[in-house]
């Protein structure tokens, strides 16, 4: 099983910045019901793109930094970073096939 | 993971859960989807005082979690995931989801609603941006800022309330002259200091460079314009039901509400709907789950018929 992993203003750099392949950031916080309802498709994201894209989670009230740094201000909020960049964004809850199309689009 | 049920529930709310509750203790083989986390919109609310039964309150979210354990301890089944369509395979109903296709004899369709947006210039562009839909999720970021609440209802009140916790100014923006919510709540927000309210008045744009900076306000009386400089601004006018999936599928009115009878029967034999996806529905969380219970005797009638 490929889960989404933790991310942290400490190993975001690290993880997210300088990751080879794109990573898909969920920025979301434990009293967001709607961050609580994009878990399990985020799950089947990792799953289905491992290898590909990776899933990660940041949680905005525990990383006020990395979450400043990018503006958030809504959560759920989901951001692909490609070579470092933000490519693409995605903010409340969105249905899987939406996250689908945002994902194929930052592979090509 | 069984594909083959005997009542499929869509929606872990209030009207999902008790309805699952009634099928699984009437031993019907009963599967529950629900999109992500169970308790429905009721699980937003801090601090829920109108659930008969709880007499100091209780969290919505640990209501939900209660009515949750109450129906799985009798057989209950639960899939975290989406559903995308319902199709009819002669008596069959085929319920599709990203995790598979899924069949039963019965389908309540309890799957709830969402907020309404306001449809005015910057609303979109800002999303994300300062214009906010769920104020448990984002009044964190508001800190000692100035913030609007757009409504005038129990959900709107409740939600400026929980931002006094957070901004330093919270106003109140309602298209008429009193409020909808509930007494109670009302006396809880007159008495706040934080709280601020402009009666009558319309936002007809979100403006700011980055992220919201001002609303143009129009009062609908007098017809004078105003601007109001905040930082966020939390919609909160009402709700829409989320059945776009099942269009072409089951009757429903002009604002997308599925049509039932007394019985929570829709025109299609062997589908119900219950809770506030439904037209005509009060719109509580007490009111949702007797519409489930409601939906799951009869589902258990429509079975064994």
């Not at chain 1, 994201?45 to 006020?64: F, H, P, S």
């Amino acid at each position: 099983m490929n889960k989404p992993i933790v991310v942290d203003d400490a190993s975001f750099d690290q993880t997210v910045l300088q990751s080879k392949t794109p990573v898909l950031v969920d920025f979301w916080a434990p009293w967001c019901r709607p961050c609580l309802m994009a878990a399990p498709v985020l799950e089947e994201l990792a799953e289905e793109y491992a290898g590909r894209i990776t899933v990660a989670k940041l949680d905005v009230d525990q990383n006020a930094r990395t979450a400043a740094k990018y503006g958030i201000m809504a959560i759920p909020n989901l951001i692909i970073f490609k070579n470092g960049k933000p490519v693409s964004q995605i903010v409340g809850y969105k249905p899987k096939a939406e996250l689908k199309r945002d994902l194929d689009a930052a592979l090509k | 993971m069984n594909k083959k049920y005997e009542v499929i529930i869509i929606g872990g709310g209030p009207a999902g859960l008790s309805a699952g509750l009634y099928t699984s203790r009437a031993r019907l083989n009963s599967l529950l989807i629900e999109r992500g986390v169970v308790g429905g919109q009721i699980a937003d609310a801090e601090l829920v005082e109108n659930y008969p039964g709880f007499p100091e309150g209780i969290s919505g979210a640990e209501l939900g979690q209660l009515m949750h354990q109450q129906a799985t301890k009798y057989g209950l089944q639960t899939l975290l995931t989406e559903v995308t369509g319902i199709e009819l395979q002669g008596e069959k109903k085929v319920v599709a989801t990203t995790k598979g296709s899924f069949t039963a004899k019965a389908v309540i369709i309890a799957s709830g609603s969402e907020r309404l947006k306001l449809g005015i210039p910057g609303e979109e562009e800002f999303t994300g941006k300062g214009v906010s839909y769920c104020a448990t999720c984002d009044a964190f970021f508001f800190k000692e800022q100035p913030v609007a609440v757009v409504g005038g209802g129990d959900a709107a009140i409740t939600e400026a309330l929980h931002l006094t916790k957070f901004a330093s100014r919270v106003i109140v923006l309602h298209r008429r002259n009193q409020l909808r919510a509930s007494r109670i709540l009302q006396e809880k927000a007159f008495s706040e200091p934080k709280i601020e309210f402009l009666w009558n008045t319309v936002v007809e744009e979100i403006e700011g460079k980055d992220k919201v900076e001002r609303l143009r306000l129009r009062q609908v009386i007098t017809g004078e314009k105003s601007t109001l400089d905040v930082s966020g601004v939390f919609v909160s006018i009402g709700l829409t039901p989320g059945t776009d999936y099942l269009k072409g599928v089951l009757p429903l009115d002009a604002a997308g509400y599925v049509i039932t009878n007394e019985k929570m029967e829709t025109e299609i034999p062997g589908i119900f709907a219950a809770g506030d996806i439904r037209l005509s529905s009060a719109r509580q969380a007490i009111t949702a789950a007797g519409d489930g219970v409601t939906a799951a005797i009869y589902a258990e009638k429509f079975i064994s018929r």
